[in-house]
């Protein structure tokens, strides 16, 4: 059974940092590219960054590009994402993903509960 | 990278079938049938629905079925039963590796 189980969210001040991490289990970690989503307060899913399993290419939404990081340590079967900058507008419940192809980037199948991340001073 | 368009809510009666729309563009939806809807039920994880534009996952009740034309792709819930009111989201693979989410459908059994 694929299971994904996010961390690291919480209450932060506007310019801060947190780092979200997701925990894998029930499939081959490394053979999928992995993605993060997040949902704001009262609105709709909003892709924000997706990486390879291999973990050399990396892809972001414009609106957190030069401000997020995301990463993986296959060895651990985790998902990370290091966000910096933070601003109100971040404010969302983060979701990781695995998707459903082999070895590209598309559409997820598996969804983690989500951590839910605070901006406010 | 604009979202997909949906109907903000959608609704129909016990026993009856709803559909669902989403609109890309030709450089997303119209583009490629990478298309997969998700349920949300609140406070747990989205549910994939359908991938590919048409294919249903294991489990899925046959009762939701997926269609494309053009740049608009659809999400029908036949047989409405009562677990089924949820919110849905569309998503699209919208080349060079991004992928857009539809803004949502909250779909109300009455």
């Known amino acids: 059974e694929v299971q994904l189980l996010e961390s690291g969210g919480g209450l932060v001040q506007p310019g801060g940092s947190l780092r979200l991490s997701c925990t894998a289990s029930?499939?081959?970690?490394?053979?999928?590219?992995m993605i993060w989503v997040r949902q704001a307060p009262g609105k709709g899913l909003e892709w924000v960054s997706a990486?390879?399993?291999?973990?050399?290419?990396?892809y972001y939404a414009d609106s957190v590009k030069g401000r997020f990081t995301i990463s993986r340590d296959n060895s651990k079967n985790t998902l990370y994402l290091q966000i910096n900058s933070l601003r109100a507008e971040d404010t969302a419940l983060y979701y990781c993903?695995?998707?459903?192809?082999?070895?590209?980037?598309?559409?997820?199948?598996?969804w983690g509960q989500g951590t839910l991340v605070t901006v406010s001073s | 990278q604009s979202a997909l368009t949906q109907p903000p809510s959608a609704s129909g009666s016990l026993g009856q079938s709803v559909t669902i729309s989403c609109t890309g563009t030709s450089s997303d939806v119209g583009d490629y049938n990478y298309v997969s809807w998700y349920q949300n039920h609140p406070g747990k994880a989205p549910k994939l629905m359908i991938h590919e534009v048409n294919k249903r996952p294991s489990g899925v009740p046959d009762r939701f079925s997926g269609s494309k034309s053009g740049n608009t792709a659809s999400l029908t819930v036949s047989g409405l039963q009562a677990e089924d009111e949820a919110d849905y989201y569309c998503c699209s693979y919208a080349g060079s590796n991004n992928l857009v989410f539809g803004g949502g459908t909250k779909l109300t059994v009455l």
């Open positions: 990486i390879s399993g291999g973990g050399t290419n990396t």
């Open positions: 029930g499939f081959t970690f490394t053979n999928y590219a």
């Open positions: 993903a695995k998707v459903l192809q082999l070895w590209q980037i598309r559409p997820p199948d598996y």
